[in-house]
């Protein structure tokens, strides 16, 4: 059974940085992407940031492209989102999740139809 658990989340002002973690348990890493999303009162969840989970590709959107940064820690089976530079639209649920299989294209990395697997969400809150 796979299971991944977010931790990390907080409240910032503008311009601090936090990092999400998010464990993962029972997942085959081989061949598959995990990705972090997030998701604001009345809006769509969307893909801020994924990950090969050999390491070797990472994609971004473009609001937090330069500021989050995504990586990965297999020894630990943990995927961590480093932010920086935060911002009040930053604020959010933010959640993680895993693919069953993956295509290497941002577009599709990025979008959360493509993946099986979810975790409950850590919330992430930036003051002005």
């Known amino acids: 059974q796979v299971q991944l658990v977010e931790s990390g989340g907080g409240s910032v002002q503008a311009g601090g940085s936090l990092r999400l973690s998010c464990a993962v348990s029972?997942?085959?890493?081989?061949?598959?992407?995990m990705g972090w999303f997030r998701q604001a009162p009345g809006k769509e969840r969307e893909g801020v940031a994924a990950i090969s989970t050999d390491g070797r590709n990472t994609h971004y959107a473009d609001s937090v492209k330069g500021r989050f940064t995504i990586s990965q820690d297999n020894a630990k089976n943990t995927v961590y989102l480093q932010m920086n530079s935060l911002k009040p639209e930053d604020t959010a649920m933010y959640y993680c999740?895993?693919?069953?299989?993956?295509?290497?294209?941002?577009?599709?990395?990025?979008?959360?139809?493509?993946?099986?697997?979810w975790g409950q969400g850590t919330q992430v809150t930036v003051s002005s």
């Open positions: 029972g997942y085959s890493y081989s061949r598959n992407c």
């Open positions: 999740a895993a693919t069953d299989g993956c295509i290497m294209q941002r577009w599709w990395l990025l979008s959360r139809s493509n993946y099986a697997y």
